[in-house]
T-cell receptor, first 116, second 112 residues
Framework: GAGVSQSPSNKVTEKGKDVELRCDPI?????LYWYRQRLGQGLEFLIY????????KSGLPSDRFSAERTGESVSTLTIQRTQQEDSAVYLC??????????????FGEGSRLTVL | KQEVTQIPAALSVPEGENLVLNCSFT??????LQWFRQDPGKGLTSLLL?????REQTSGRLNASLDKSSGRSTLYIAASQPGDSATYLC???????????FGAGTILRVKS
């Protein structure tokens, strides 16, 4: 597609439920990133995928968070047993190369998660 | 640990003014520096990417400079317009690692 596409754009869920967020990167982009932005705060790195390499999961805040990516296509971020502190906008970005190749990042519009 | 600081945190100017946003980073071992714009409730839009070997990049009314050795970048906006109102973020990747480290942003308001 023309840009990074994320769904759903908004998700309201009850505490304790699982949620899945989807990211469809720009076609041909090998690198994919998930970031989290809490209200009024900066962006927190969550996870990075580069081609078929093992993902960098160093930013995932707890074992309730996981992400998958099949090849160089769609990625899903799953949050299990959601907590109120998980409420945030989850942003996905992709780049043609990884950061080591000085790739420019392009972001999606984000998925706004509200946990009641 | 890389830390990115943006000054000022907020800026309000009348339409037509030229303005400068500042970004500083603690570790000069960077591949590049990227400036983004974020409108309320929206994702980030890439404005300019400066490679570590470059001194500046220009796009329309925007000019970004990079002084890697001193750990500084500036974003210059000429002849500001109300449509420029947004949060401006700078970000740098680590030389070793895959994280893009973001500043907290400068909230810009251009008054008509």
């Amino acid at each position: 597609g023309a840009g990074v596409s994320q769904s759903p754009s908004n998700k309201v869920t009850e505490k304790g439920k699982d949620v899945e967020l989807r990211c469809d990167p720009i076609s041909g982009h090998t690198a994919l990133y998930w970031y989290r932005q809490r209200l009024g705060q900066g962006l927190e790195f969550l996870i990075y995928f580069q081609g078929n390499s093992a993902p960098d999961k160093s930013g995932l805040p707890s074992d309730r968070f996981s992400a998958e990516r099949t090849g160089e296509s769609v990625s899903t971020l799953t949050i299990q047993r959601t907590q109120q502190e998980d409420s945030a906008v989850y942003l996905c970005a992709s780049s043609r190369t990884g950061l080591a190749g000085a790739g420019e990042l392009f972001f999606g519009e984000g998925s706004r998660l509200t946990v009641l | 640990k890389q830390e990115v600081t943006q000054i000022p945190a907020a800026l309000s100017v009348p339409e037509g003014e030229n303005l400068v946003l500042n970004c500083s980073f603690t570790d000069s071992a960077i591949y590049n520096l990227q400036w983004f714009r974020q409108d309320p409730g929206k994702g980030l839009t890439s404005l300019l990417l400066i490679q570590s070997s470059q001194r500046e990049q220009t796009s329309g009314r925007l000019n970004a400079s990079l002084d890697k050795s001193s750990g500084r970048s500036t974003l210059y906006i000429a002849a500001s317009q109300p449509g420029d109102s947004a949060t401006y973020l700078c970000a740098v990747p680590m030389e070793y690692g895959n994280k893009l480290v973001f500043g907290a942003g400068t909230i810009l308001r251009v008054k008509s």
